[in-house]
């Protein structure tokens, strides 16, 4: 990736941030947190990817987040200054969910090895 596509990205992600925290009046987005964006190489298009504190809210800020894209991307129009600016599209990211499955594995295979240990030191 090159280094002028990594900017795009921080500011896109920085700037959506923003808007979402001072514009946006909705306490389901208050807990929202955009985690990654991927701009395409020809800036024609951005995956947003965002958490929320409340997995069950998490179809519901998608719903929002896409029914406000198009405001969203004007406001980041105003605020950005760049020749193209990309469509926006937005993506639950499940990398922190899945994270947390991988390590509660993990701790329930290194509990059954404490458990099942034999060794006893004297």
Same mark, same amino acid.
């Given at each position: #990736?090159?280094? /002028? ?5 921080? !500011? ?5 941030? !923003?808007?979402? !925290?001072? +514009?946006? =009046? =909705?306490?389901?987005? +208050? ?5 990654? &964006?991927?701009?395409?190489? %020809? ?6 990817? *965002?958490?929320?504190?409340? +997995?069950? =809210? ?15 991307? /004007?406001?980041?129009?105003? /605020? #950005? /200054? ?7 599209? *937005?993506?639950? %990211? =499940?990398?922190?969910?899945?994270? &947390?499955?991988? $390590?509660?594995?993990? +701790?329930?295979?290194?509990? %059954?090895?404490?458990?099942?240990? %034999? $060794?006893?030191?004297?």
């Amino acid at each position: #990736m090159s280094r /002028r596509l990594e900017k795009v990205n921080s !500011q896109i992600k920085r700037e959506i941030m !923003q808007i979402i !925290q001072k +514009e946006v =009046d =909705d306490p389901c987005m +208050e807990l929202v947190s955009i985690t990654k &964006v991927k701009t395409t190489s %020809d800036l024609k298009e951005a995956h947003i990817y *965002f958490s929320v504190l409340k +997995e069950e =809210d998490t179809e519901k800020v998608l719903k929002i987040l896409n029914r406000m894209k198009n405001y969203l991307r /004007r406001l980041l129009g105003k /605020r #950005m /200054r760049i020749k193209i600016l990309p469509s926006l599209k *937005f993506f639950p %990211d =499940d990398s922190i969910r899945y994270s &947390v499955e991988i $390590y509660k594995k993990i +701790e329930e295979v290194m509990g %059954d090895k404490e458990d099942n240990s %034999d $060794y006893k030191r004297e």
